[in-house]
């Protein structure tokens, strides 16, 4: 009697250990899918519109069900200071993170602190900016080609040949050196294309339209500007300079601009352009994939995600009823946003629970749950950029959804 009583005694013992042990042994968080997770998300940059959004994407979906009941959520704002950044995230360790979010400030400098993180079994996704980490999972559109296609797109456009000013981003992020390079790439394969002024325009429409203004007055014949960031003041420099004859941009996609790329009246006067560029819907998209890892629902076999390029051409822009991308509509009339407002902060496909207040405010929209991500697309490799010990495809420097024009 003395004896069984004694194994009676152990046995829920015994089963704790044995489902703490299998617990250790399953991804993050499937052990306990229904157990609250303590997620932060670090915030670099901050204070502007694109940064703003993202941001307020991510904190929305966190208050969306199920995450409302799942999800203990705090931000942190660590600035442009990447010793902050470390320390933040070494508190966010030790705080006892199950996950973080976050937009890295280096590709390299975070290594050390992520790692540590790994180690603790904590989920670490970046979102736009990448780290070379092979423990995190990079979100971003940096391979997508930005630079190759937008650039190819344009001189197809331009025949071959014109004037072209270069906004180039910020001067040593990592986006800037990719795009540049690729953008070149594309342009000096056409002797017609002469670039007679470039400046970093630091991804303000400010600083954009004023240094486009300055060129302009020194080369009244410009044909076409290629930027990231900046669209907007860029082509409001050439309508209040230049207006009987616009130019030919790529770029942001402010809602203020594709309103104008599809203005006839500004197509008459010769304006063409594209809207595409890195999107603030990136943040809530990498979250939720964060979320599906985190609780078990994906399972991802590799750590680098590409987030699909926007890509919306004149003929493409269609205006929405309502406050979200619904049945294909992607730009909201001039009375409902600011010009500047990021259409791009919101995705119909990947993301149907955001609307307007969700992303300019960060409140969750009433009656949406959560849904599920379709799979994923993984992306290229790019040595410095998210990875390290790896090699680049050999045409990463080439468009891959525009066909190229034949030289002139």
């Known amino acids: 009697m003395r004896k069984t009583h004694t194994r009676q005694k152990w ?22 899918a229904q157990q609250r997770y303590k997620v932060f998300m670090n915030m670099s940059y901050s204070g502007n519109t694109w940064q703003a ?15 409302d009941k ?8 660590s600035g442009t200071d990447v010793q902050r950044q470390i320390s933040d995230l070494q508190s966010m360790i030790a705080a006892g993170a199950n996950a ?28 736009d900016s990448t780290v070379t980490e092979p423990c995190a999972y990079n979100v971003s559109n940096i391979t997508a080609r930005y630079g190759a296609n937008t650039a190819q797109w344009m001189v197809n456009q331009m025949g071959g040949k014109g004037e072209l000013i270069f906004n180039h981003g910020v001067a040593g992020t990592t986006v800037t050196k ?13 002797p017609g294309i002469k670039i007679v002024g470039d400046f970093y325009g630091n991804w303000n429409d400010a600083t954009s339209q004023e240094e486009v203004a300055k060129i302009l007055a020194a080369h009244p014949n410009v ?10 003041g860029s082509l409001k420099a050439v309508m209040n300079n230049r207006p009987a004859r616009l130019v030919t941009i790529a770029g942001q996609s402010n809602n203020g601009y594709r309103l104008m790329m599809a203005d006839p009246a500004l197509q008459a006067k010769g304006f063409k352009g594209l809207s595409s560029s890195a999107a603030p819907a990136v943040g809530p998209y990498a979250f939720k994939l964060m979320m599906e890892v985190v609780t078990g629902k994906k399972k991802l076999d590799k750590r680098n995600i590409e987030y699909p390029l926007p890509w919306v051409e004149a003929k493409d822009v269609k205006l929405c009823k309502g406050d979200s991308f619904a049945d294909g509509c992607n730009v909201f009339s001039a009375d409902k946003v600011p010009p500047l407002f990021i259409a791009t902060a ?3 496909q990947l993301l ?57």
């Open 352 to 408: 149907p629970e955001l609307g307007l207040p969700a992303v300019q405010s960060g409140v969750p929209t009433p009656g949406a749950t959560i849904q599920e991500l379709p799979p994923v697309r993984y992306a290229d490799n790019l040595p410095g950029v998210n990875c390290s010990e790896c090699e680049a495809p050999k045409d990463w420097l080439e468009p891959n959804r525009v066909t190229p024009i034949a030289p002139r």
């Open 223 to 232: 044909d076409a500007i290629w930027t990231v960031d900046g669209t907007y």
């Open 70 to 77: 799942q999800v203990e959520f705090k931000t942190i704002i």
């Open 346 to 348: 919101l995705d119909g």
């Open 178 to 190: 990719t795009y540049d390079q690729q953008a070149y790439g594309v342009f000096k394969k056409y």
């Open 53 to 67: 959004a993202a941001a307020n994407g991510v904190k929305a979906l966190a208050s969306t069900p199920p995450y």
């Open 100 to 127: 973080i979010i976050l937009y890295p400030l280096s590709p390299t400098a975070l290594n050390r602190v992520i790692k540590q993180a790994c180690a603790k079994n904590i989920a670490v996704f970046t979102y």
């Open 11 to 32: 046995l829920p013992c015994l089963a704790s250990i044995a489902l703490t042990a299998v617990a250790t042994l399953l991804p993050h968080g499937a052990a306990q």
